[in-house]
């Protein structure tokens, strides 16, 4: 009888353990037809959305830079608010005008240069925006800049090209309200926001050059983005863009060409302050594809997308991963890695049909006699003995 009892009970315990094995079972398999269906229906609207934009059905909420920025598709409750409220001097403060940068849940009030001439872009085929401050080594290479790279010698003859140096405050510097009032009295291409530089909200300076680009010059259809310790021969980079860069571009309309990171993981350790990503800012192991920002061209379509996209993505403080990876891998644009865009000597040497040298921007341009001597470099380039 005992005998029996065990070999009943043996097989009752077998059984609850397939019983029970089952049931985990069907719960992972209505947990993972839930999530596929979800993201068939997270898809099914961004194909939605994309379908309606195609059709230009929101061209005011697009094109309209004040009604995106103001625009709150979230609840006040879950967004921090940042006001750049400090008052520049009177004659600083009168060339202002009100900007919002907009994310999920984070929104910047500050303010950004007026445009001084509302013709500024017209008949213009880009605009080159160029990271700087207002630091003594900036300002030194920023004049090297005006006299070399965009002296006409090194612009492309058959188009117009315009620039403007994005900076923000710098109380480091205690003149240095002053200093940007003088330059852009006497040039005229200083693009000020009054939010204090620091590296890990250089998101607003992107968004700055973004907002402007798209109120004042939202017709302009290339859009160039540059560091001031970079220099570019533009008479070459057109030439590129018209060879759609060797066929990269070939029938995209949407697109980021740069020097393309790939693979690279955020930095986790706190003690690196700088690049430090918490796993509760940016979950994933990996940042999406990329552009190391010394150079990046992009066009006036990109930028409407990545501006509409930012609202709906909680802020990463990592500007390029954040604005060329994670938002515009929201949007139909993808990143192009170009040879000619690289922080060294590029490799191969020049184009397919051995006519156009790769190299068009060198960086780490560190003093004003650096930013002469790497444009010599790249002008130096030549396919001969090919």
Request: include cysteine; proline fraction near 3%; charge should be neutral.
């Amino acid at each position: 009888m005992m005998v029996r009892d065990l070999r009943v009970a043996g097989k009752t315990g077998m059984l609850n353990v397939i019983l029970l094995f089952a049931f985990v079972a069907g719960l992972w398999v209505v947990n993972v037809s839930y999530y596929y269906q979800r993201r068939e229906y997270l898809m099914a609207m961004a194909n939605h959305f994309l379908a309606t934009a195609k059709r230009n059905e929101i061209p005011e909420v697009l094109m309209n830079i004040s009604s995106v920025q103001n625009a709150t598709p979230f609840p006040a409750s879950n967004v921090t608010i940042k006001k750049a409220e400090e008052k520049m001097i009177n004659e600083l403060e009168e060339l202002l005008e009100d900007v919002n940068a907009t994310f999920k849940n984070y929104q910047v009030i500050y303010k950004m240069s007026k445009s001084s001439n509302e013709s500024f872009c017209e008949g213009a085929d880009a605009v080159v925006y160029v990271m700087t401050m207002a630091d003594e080594g900036s300002t030194l290479r920023r004049q090297a800049m005006r006299e070399v790279v965009f002296n006409a010698t090194n612009l492309p003859a058959n188009m117009t090209i315009r620039h403007r140096f994005v900076m923000g405050k710098f109380p480091a510097r205690a003149d240095y309200q002053q200093i940007l009032l003088n330059e852009t009295r006497e040039y005229d291409d200083i693009l000020f926001y009054n939010v204090d530089e620091h590296y890990r909200e250089n998101y607003i300076k992107w968004h700055t050059m973004h907002a402007w680009h798209m109120r004042h010059c939202p017709n302009v259809k290339h859009f160039i983005k540059m560091d001031d310790d970079t220099v570019a021969d533009f008479d070459r980079t057109f030439k590129w863009i018209e060879r759609k860069f060797d066929g990269l571009l070939e029938g995209k309309e949407k697109y980021f060409v740069c020097h393309r990171m790939r693979g690279y993981s955020p930095v986790r350790d706190r003690k690196n302050e700088r690049w430090y990503i918490p796993v509760e800012e940016f979950g994933e192991s990996h940042w999406p594809d990329y552009c190391f920002g010394y150079f990046v061209l992009t066009n006036n379509d990109t930028i409407t997308d990545i501006m509409t996209a930012q609202q709906n993505i909680n802020l990463v403080h990592m500007d390029d991963c954040f604005l060329t990876g994670i938002v515009r891998r929201a949007t139909e644009a993808d990143v192009y890695d170009f040879y000619g865009v690289r922080s060294g000597i590029s490799r191969p040497r020049c184009s397919k049909d051995r006519e156009l040298p790769y190299m068009m921007t060198l960086t780490n341009a560190k003093t004003a006699e650096s930013v002469r001597s790497k444009l010599s470099t790249i002008k130096k380039r030549n396919c001969k003995g090919m």
